[in-house]
């Protein structure tokens, strides 16, 4: 089965870094796009992160110059270094994934499961 597993969730103080690593597992042929969605408590989800299998990337004003998303395609990740932390940050974090278990067959979206990022003092 396709899937997608997460790690590197806590917490920081503001000011401070995680770094936030998404792993697809399973039979994959290839990956469109992967990204990094959030969802704060009492907020709509909201994008803060894409990546394009060309490397093209795109940022949320809000994390603009502070989060930085990146890609191994050999390994099949997708990684988000969070410096300068907000508090505004605290939110619930998705891995995001368009990917294909078969040349000829529709992309499939997939999810990761949402650990919880807090920052804090």
């Known amino acids: 089965q396709v899937h997608l597993v997460e790690s590197g969730r806590g917490s920081a103080q503001p000011g401070g870094s995680l770094r936030l690593s998404c792993v697809a597992s399973g039979s994959i042929a290839s990956i469109n796009a992967m990204s990094w969605y959030r969802q704060a408590p009492g907020k709509e989800p909201e994008v803060v992160a894409n990546i394009t299998s060309s490397l093209y990337t795109n940022y949320a004003d809000s994390v603009q110059h502070r989060l930085t998303i990146s890609r191994d395609h050999a390994k099949n990740t997708v990684y988000l270094q969070m410096n300068s932390l907000k508090p505004e940050d605290t939110a619930v974090y998705y891995c995001?994934?368009?990917?294909?278990?078969?040349?000829?067959?529709?992309?499939?979206?997939?999810w990761g499961q949402g650990p919880q990022v807090a920052v804090s003092s």
């Open positions: 995001y994934a368009e990917a294909r278990t078969g040349w000829h067959t529709p992309a499939d979206v997939l």
